[in-house]
Nanobody, 127 residues
Framework: QVQLIESGGGLVQPGGSLRLSCRASGRASGGLFMTWFRQAPGKEREFVACKDWGGGRTYYADSVKGRFTVSGDNAKNTVDLQMNVLEPEDTAVYYC????????????????????WGQGTQVTVSG
């Protein structure tokens, strides 16, 4: 069974930076399609960013474009999220999600299309 393990959350002041990491265990080969979501209190879980390793493109929510960068190693089933110029509105629990196959662009933003989820890591922007 695949398990996703996130790390790197914390408390940061507005304008600061954090880096989140996620790695998958329990899978012998690479190739997981891995994505970052987040959920703020009282709100639905929303897509943040992912990289389509097959095509090499990255995708971001409009609210984080230009501030967040997704990267990782598809062969090792790892994905990172560098978050810069953080804003209070970025406060949320950030989740790493994965699925066994690539997905079309229209489907990657839907949490229901993912097979595996991490436990989440809290990011708080305040100060």
């Amino acid at each position: 069974q695949v398990q996703l393990i996130e790390s790197g959350g914390g408390l940061v002041q507005p304008g600061g930076s954090l880096r989140l990491s996620c790695r998958a265990s329990g899978r012998a080969s690479g190739g997981l399609f891995m994505t970052w979501f987040r959920q703020a209190p009282g709100k639905e879980r929303e897509f943040v960013a992912c990289k389509d390793w097959g095509g090499g493109r990255t995708y971001y929510a409009d609210s984080v474009k230009g501030r967040f960068t997704v990267s990782g190693d598809n062969a090792k089933n790892t994905v990172d999220l560098q978050m810069n110029v953080l804003e209070p509105e970025d406060t949320a629990v950030y989740y790493c999600a994965a699925r066994n196959r690539r997905i079309v662009v229209s489907g990657m933003r839907n949490p229901e299309n993912y097979d595996y989820w991490g436990q989440g890591t809290q990011v708080t922007v305040s100060g």
